[in-house]
């Protein structure tokens, strides 16, 4: 069974702050995808990742793969309060097994106070 | 340009009934996959169509099934409903996979 774990699992931090949200898996897999998801609505990509040891910078978002191909991070600096929401990571194509299905990781709760 | 659609957005329905929901996908997308959420699951995989063909499914029992129409739109069915089956569904739609994948804003299915 292909799992993605993230941590944590919650997150209350102050507007301004730093902080790096963590996904990981024993699976290898083929891309890593990134979301945010605000109450009541759909998943909205942030970031796809498909090469072992790629970084990814969205303005004040960096998104890094791992060199296995296994695990994953994003790292947001000076959080807003626009930043709340609940980040989830997806993978595909776990240990070469089928594309066209995410396995998506346990979320993470972020609450960014003004 | 028109984002995926999902109807309805809401639903009530009573344990047994069965329910459809429907899925219109961004314009050219051909991909179209089904998720379910839940508080206690997380996003799991229904299953995904590509020009009107099942190519994946996930593990979930044969009272959920889909279909995907000519023009790309698609529909799940879950018949038989049981209280476990209230969450929100998802449907995706992509133009090509690694690219990353644009959802509706999900139907919120309630059984009682």
């Known amino acids: 069974t292909q799992l993605l774990e993230q941590s944590p699992q919650f997150l209350s931090i102050q507007e301004g702050e730093n902080l790096t949200v963590y996904c990981n898996s024993s699976?290898?897999?083929?891309?890593l995808q990134w979301y945010r998801q605000e109450p009541g609505e759909g998943p909205v990509l942030l970031v796809t990742?498909?090469?072992?040891?790629e970084v990814k910078k969205l303005k004040r978002l960096t998104f890094q793969f791992g060199d296995a191909r296994k695990d994953s991070s994003l790292h947001i600096t000076a959080a807003q309060p626009g930043d709340t929401g609940l980040y989830l990571c997806?993978?595909?194509?776990?240990?070469?097994?089928?594309?066209?299905?995410?396995?998506f990781g346990t979320g993470t709760l972020l609450a960014v106070q003004p | 340009k028109a984002g995926v659609t999902q109807t309805p957005r809401y639903l009530i329905k009573t344990r047994g009934q069965q329910v459809t929901l429907s899925c219109s996908p961004i314009?050219?997308?051909?991909?179209v996959s089904w998720y379910q959420q839940t508080p206690g699951q997380g996003l799991q995989f229904l299953f995904e169509?590509?020009?009107?063909?099942?190519?994946n499914k996930g593990n979930f029992p044969g009272r959920f099934s889909g279909r995907q129409f000519s023009n790309s739109r698609s529909e799940m069915n879950v018949s038989t409903l049981e209280l476990g089956d209230s969450a929100l569904y998802l449907c995706?739609?992509?133009?090509?996979?690694?690219?990353?994948?644009?959802f509706g804003s999900g139907t919120r299915l309630t059984v009682v």
């Open positions: 995706a739609s992509s133009l090509f996979t690694a690219d990353g994948y644009t």
């Open positions: 699976s290898v897999f083929s891309s």
């Open positions: 990742v498909v090469t072992g040891g």
């Open positions: 997806a993978g595909e194509g776990g240990d070469g097994g089928a594309t066209n299905k995410l396995i």
């Open positions: 314009s050219g997308h051909r991909s």
């Open positions: 169509y590509f020009s009107e063909t099942q190519r």
